[in-house]
């Protein structure tokens, strides 16, 4: 027997959104794209203004997010918001996209870079890469079939976990006496630096590490109390990952002035080898394991809430929006989820794909936001609801923010932007294709 997932109960706590929030924010990214961001850097005020900006543009979409979960609680995040805002049609688009390509792409690659670092950890050959890969994605998937106590327990745990290993990096870093002070010049940039340009490029890597903050709302049918604890995990998480970032970054400049990390390409790893020369290495690869495994866990814990939605509402996706009445869980979802990932993980045939999508994405994102302004126009704000802070300049940020760096990818790369077009755009015929197929109940 299985019911929708609505009647799912409402099991997570605040500590479980946050810890989802903060799991799925906190992958590799923090581990090696600095050496992107000190590239784009003149100075070190820049550099460090980078990430400090990048999570305040974040806060803006995260404090959208916060009222429009809390307007609607029910799982599915953006495809949820969508589907109200403009109609099913381009709910449908918006996760065929994001889900069939974007998410499952993310999928693949994180479970890549695990195996990589855990082969690396065991001594493991190239060979077992792949192997590693697929037994990660199962297990973690099995494990979230099973139940939500058990997904949201792996969850906590290593997001715990990849905390203490930041944590251990900033402290290691900040008492271990190797760094200096003279690695903080030039902190002011030459009166010929174009900050705006300058910023605009550290920015496209910084906020890709920043991604992940809107995560909790794709469960948002299972949260307790989400009027409370939705904005608190969405909101508090994000900020708690910039305060980390902000620490992190401090402590690598302080080993790696910026002409030396633009030219490392694994930036903690080289902070660690200067700190422990012998076996700093290692322990980095380590955190990455545990970082990259925390956050495939919460992935594969949201993006099956994501696609049960769709099912919910269309019929060509039907089997996957129920949940077992034994377990609790969108197994259907959560298995198709896994299958898709392991044919990337596999075959690695739609790796350009998921790069053409990033363009609509960001397109996507900015037309959430606008559903703000159509919701409040339409029905007001939402008595008991959360409100936006800075409303109406909080969500504009936020959406100009996204119309910029998708106008910005079309400039750059046109043909890549038209493919993403073009995938997207095969969302249309399935949404006619699932309506000739009749109601989901």
Same mark, same amino acid.
């Given at each position: 027997?299985?019911?929708?997932?609505?009647?799912?109960?409402?099991? %997570?706590?605040?500590?479980? +959104?946050?810890?989802?929030?903060?799991?799925?924010?906190?992958?590799?990214?923090?581990?090696?794209?600095?050496?992107?961001?000190?590239?784009?850097?003149?100075?070190?005020?820049?550099?460090?203004?980078?990430?400090? @900006?990048?999570?305040?543009?974040?806060?803006?979409?995260?404090?959208?997010?916060?009222?429009? +979960?809390?307007?609607?609680?029910?799982?599915?995040?953006?495809?949820?918001?969508?589907?109200?805002?403009?109609?099913?049609?381009?709910?449908?688009? /918006?996760?065929?996209?994001?889900?069939?390509?974007?998410?499952?792409?993310?999928?693949?690659?994180?479970?890549?870079?695990? &195996?990589?670092?855990?082969?690396?950890?065991?001594?493991?050959?190239?060979? +077992?890469?792949?192997?590693?890969?697929?037994?990660?994605?199962?297990?973690?998937?099995?494990?979230?079939?099973?139940?939500?106590?058990?997904?949201?327990?792996?969850?906590?745990?290593?997001?715990? @976990?990849?905390?203490?290993? @930041?944590?251990?990096?900033?402290?290691?870093?900040?008492?271990?006496?190797?760094?200096?002070?003279?690695?903080?010049?030039?902190?002011?940039?030459?009166?010929?630096?174009?900050? %705006? *340009?300058?910023?605009?490029?550290?920015?496209?890597?910084?906020?890709?590490?920043?991604?992940?903050?809107?995560?909790?709302?794709?469960? &948002?049918?299972?949260?307790?109390?989400?009027?409370?604890?939705?904005?608190?995990?969405?909101?508090?998480?994000?900020?708690?990952?910039?305060?980390?970032?902000?620490?992190?970054?401090?402590?690598?400049?302080? /080993?790696? #002035?910026?002409?030396?990390?633009?030219?490392?390409?694994?930036?903690?790893?080289?902070?660690?080898?200067?700190?422990?020369?012998?076996?700093?290495?290692?322990?980095?690869?380590?955190?990455?394991?545990?970082?990259?495994?925390?956050?495939?866990?919460?992935?594969?814990?949201?993006?099956?809430?994501?696609?049960? &939605?769709?099912?919910?509402?269309? +019929?060509?996706?039907?089997?996957?929006?129920?949940?077992?009445?034994?377990?609790?869980? #969108?197994?259907?979802?959560?298995?198709?989820?896994?299958?898709?990932?392991?044919?990337?993980?596999?075959?690695?045939?739609?790796?350009?794909?998921?790069?053409?999508?990033?363009?609509?994405?960001?397109?996507?994102?900015?037309?959430?936001?606008? *559903?703000?302004?159509?919701?409040?126009?339409?029905?007001?704000?939402?008595?008991?609801?959360?409100?936006?802070?800075?409303?109406?300049?909080?969500?504009?940020?936020?959406?100009?923010?996204?119309?910029?760096?998708?106008?910005?990818?079309?400039?750059?790369? #046109?043909?890549?932007?038209?493919?993403?077009?073009?995938?997207?755009?095969?969302?249309?015929?399935?949404?006619?294709?699932?309506?000739?197929?009749?109601?989901?109940?």
């Amino acid at each position: 027997m299985t019911d929708s997932l609505p009647s799912a109960p409402r099991r %997570l706590g605040l500590w479980d +959104a946050s810890a989802l929030v903060v799991g799925c924010i906190i992958g590799a990214g923090i581990f090696r794209l600095s050496d992107s961001v000190a590239r784009a850097s003149p100075s070190v005020f820049l550099f460090l203004a980078a990430w400090v @900006l990048g999570g305040l543009l974040s806060l803006c979409g995260a404090l959208v997010w916060a009222e429009l +979960a809390t307007r609607f609680p029910r799982n599915g995040g953006e495809y949820v918001f969508l589907s109200n805002g403009y109609g099913r049609a381009w709910g449908f688009v /918006y996760g065929w996209t994001r889900l069939f390509v974007s998410r499952t792409g993310t999928l693949a690659i994180l479970a890549f870079v695990f &195996a990589e670092h855990a082969a690396r950890v065991f001594g493991a050959g190239p060979g +077992a890469v792949k192997p590693v890969a697929t037994a990660a994605v199962l297990g973690l998937t099995a494990l979230n079939i099973l139940g939500v106590r058990f997904g949201k327990s792996v969850q906590n745990l290593f997001t715990v @976990l990849k905390l203490l290993a @930041l944590f251990g990096i900033i402290a290691v870093g900040l008492l271990a006496g190797g760094g200096s002070p003279v690695h903080l010049t030039p902190f002011w940039p030459a009166e010929h630096t174009s900050i %705006l *340009s300058s910023l605009g490029l550290a920015l496209i890597p910084v906020l890709w590490t920043y991604g992940g903050w809107y995560e909790a709302a794709y469960v &948002a049918g299972e949260v307790r109390d989400p009027n409370i604890n939705l904005p608190r995990a969405i909101v508090g998480g994000l900020l708690a990952t910039t305060g980390i970032y902000l620490l992190i970054n401090l402590v690598y400049v302080l /080993y790696l #002035p910026l002409d030396e990390m633009r030219v490392t390409d694994l930036v903690a790893a080289g902070v660690m080898d200067k700190i422990w020369p012998r076996g700093g290495g290692a322990v980095v690869a380590a955190m990455v394991m545990v970082s990259t495994f925390g956050a495939l866990n919460g992935f594969i814990f949201s993006s099956g809430r994501l696609l049960s &939605a769709l099912g919910q509402d269309h +019929a060509l996706f039907k089997k996957m929006g129920v949940v077992s009445a034994r377990t609790q869980t #969108p197994a259907a979802a959560l298995a198709a989820n896994a299958v898709l990932a392991l044919v990337l993980v596999w075959t690695g045939t739609l790796d350009k794909i998921v790069t053409y999508t990033e363009v609509v994405i960001y397109l996507f994102f900015a037309a959430t936001g606008v *559903s703000l302004f159509v919701f409040r126009r339409r029905e007001g704000a939402a008595p008991g609801g959360y409100r936006v802070w800075g409303y109406p300049w909080t969500p504009l940020a936020f959406i100009l923010l996204n119309v910029a760096i998708a106008l910005n990818g079309v400039a750059e790369e #046109p043909a890549v932007a038209l493919a993403g077009i073009g995938v997207a755009a095969l969302g249309f015929p399935l949404y006619w294709a699932s309506r000739r197929l009749g109601p989901t109940t």
